[in-house]
């Protein structure tokens, strides 16, 4: 299997929104958006899946050094390997894959957050600065775009955090802020047994309103002229948003006991009208 190949594997399997978006892209652009995302499922499922704290730090640890040696040509990861190209075609910087390490890491330390300004870092580094570096590789010409690409990624992962909170919470984790659920009137206890009330609906709305506030932010600062190339990035926002929707026209509540999801065919159509119309 090639470092491509692994990498495809990795990304098909995930069942991501995410893959749906790449599949419109030019070869070579895909396989380096394909390469970041298989990088992005590894270190990710460290934080999710390895019940051990240490053995998951010690594997956060072996990336770390991995993009060292990646970024001095000596890569030993099949991911890594697929990565040496693009990093060095589209100028991806070293420091931004570390901060998505720095965030799993993040994910193995924190399971709560006591403010907005807290979450507002994790989103950072495990979203914003995946945006910072797609858009690279889409390409652009005006540097509002990469502020677009910020607040895009912010949007994606406040819609993850919303569509989650249930599933979150089998984990022992709590995104939404703790003085957040005390302004609404909602405990720990409720979320993490997933009680129904007014006050975790009015919660929770106010969590999607925030998400979708931030994708009006990031429509409102894509140039024109950067359209065309970030049409990947505003496939990955139709789905995202989509899903959003469906979760507030349903019953918001519904994610704190079962997970909403759209269907393969539905994503992809989606993606085929949302690129014929940029």
């Known amino acids: 299997m090639t470092p491509q190949e692994y990498c495809q594997k990795k990304a098909a399997a995930s069942g991501s929104s995410f893959y749906y978006s790449f599949l419109f892209l030019p070869k070579p652009k895909r396989e380096a958006i394909t390469a970041l995302y298989a990088f992005c499922r590894e270190v990710d499922d460290i934080a999710d899946e390895v019940q051990d704290f240490n053995v998951a730090r010690t594997k956060l640890e072996w990336w770390r050094t991995e993009i060292a040696r990646l970024y001095a040509g000596?890569?030993?990861h099949p991911?890594?390997?697929?990565?040496?190209?693009p990093i060095k075609q589209y100028g991806l910087q070293q420091q931004h894959l570390i901060e998505i390490i720095d965030g799993m890491q993040m994910d193995l330390e924190q399971n709560r957050y006591r403010d907005f300004t807290e979450l507002e870092l994790y989103c950072y580094r495990v979203a914003s600065v995946v945006g910072l570096l797609s858009a690279s590789i889409f390409g652009y010409s005006k540097p509002q775009t990469l502020q677009y690409a910020l607040d895009l990624g912010m949007a994606f992962q406040l819609t993850n955090i919303t569509r989650d909170v249930g599933e979150d919470a089998r984990r022992g984790r709590i995104y939404l802020p703790i003085d957040e659920?005390?302004?609404?009137?909602?405990?720990?206890d409720d979320i993490l047994h997933g009680r129904e009330s007014d006050n975790m609906r009015q919660l929770?709305?106010?969590?999607a309103s925030r998400a979708e506030s931030y994708y009006d932010k990031a429509f409102a600062e894509l140039p024109d002229e950067d359209r065309k190339p970030q049409r990947t990035g505003l496939i990955m926002s139709a789905i995202y948003r989509t899903l959003l929707k469906e979760i507030k026209a349903d019953n918001i509540q519904v994610v704190l006991n079962a997970r909403v999801s759209l269907t393969p065919l539905r994503k992809l159509w989606l993606a085929w009208i949302t690129w014929v119309r940029n």
């Open 204 to 207: 929770l709305e106010f969590q």
């Open 181 to 188: 659920l005390e302004k609404f009137g909602v405990t720990e």
């Open 79 to 85: 991911v890594s390997k697929a990565l040496q190209g």
């Open 74 to 76: 000596q890569p030993q």
